[in-house]
DNA sequence: TGTAAATCGGACTTTAAAGTCCGAATTACT
DNA sequence: AGTAATTCGGACTTTAAAGTCCGATTTACA
């Protein structure tokens, strides 16, 4: 239902905000997040296009997101990336006389305007600030509760 | 974010729905839903498999909805061609152990458990029932009302 | 100024979705 | 039995998404 490239996005963005205000190579960012490192390197020029985030060339550069956490929604991301598509004129193209869809389609865009509200209500701080005790991105385990940084095991 | 498949699907199912209790040829159903006819055959294969319609082959055949339109929902035809793909286990691998989901992913499910929800409390008899005056797939010209058959104009 | 670290951007490959084609099988009707 | 109407199913082509590769460019720092 969501592309590859928007779930990658908001893995990216995600991380970025745990680590946040610190800046991230793509390397890193790929590493943690498990996406393909020369995709990922695309997927943030789109972000960075988006003004998402901040990207910054040579040594020492990387990529920051470009406001505070509290500042950025889930819609930011998404549809820098990938525009969710509501559904604005007759799919069909016949002659949608501006306004009224026909019933179908606007009961999906009715469901796309809900996805759409969730995602403009939910900020990167709101993701990192879910009340329970587990860590961004998956990776609970027997909730750790130590940010670990750096790849070797203990 | 629905894919042409799903949304061809739809189109095809409103369709059924809106001559029912008649059966139509596939090529009919094209005509009328704008949908390229060969792909068409393919997608009502589908729907067929998963007892949305049934078909017949031979002189007088076609398609026909399985059940009447209030027991289908838009869910059934949606998981019938491209399951919604609802998030159960985390999508990086990670040790999800069991349940809990990290709280992006959470979100992203949330937002695909609405839209099921949506989905599965609309029947193909809600669609056309819309208390407007509208008809189904998006042909609403200036309000006309009469149920136009062959492709004449006028 | 030289070098290593980093993004940029274009070309390329791979994979999956969408779309096309057509002969085989089934069916109703005369 | 013959014929026309229909779906079935497989092979094929096209298009777009996803992924890979690598040289060019920018930058910090010794």
Known sequence: ???????????????????????????????????PKDYLAKVVQGLARAGVVRTQ???????????????????????AVEPLGRI????????AHGVRLCPLHKRLDDALATVE????????ADVLAEPTESVPLCDTGPALKLKVRGKGPA
Do not use: K, W
Not at 3 to 15: C, D, G, K, N, P
Not at 88 to 95: A, D, H, K
Not at 117 to 124: K, Q
């Open 1 to 35: 239902m969501f592309s590859q490239t928007v779930e990658y996005a908001l893995r990216a963005v995600v991380h970025l905000a745990y680590e946040a205000p610190d800046a991230r190579t793509t390397a890193q960012i790929a590493d943690a997040t498990l996406v």
């Open 88 to 95: 604005s004129t007759c799919p069909l193209g016949l002659r």
């Open 57 to 79: 060339r040579g040594v020492g550069g990387g990529v920051v997101l470009s406001r505070d956490p509290a500042a950025i929604t889930i819609l930011d991301v998404v549809n």
């Open 117 to 124: 509200a969730a995602f403009r209500s939910t900020t990167l």
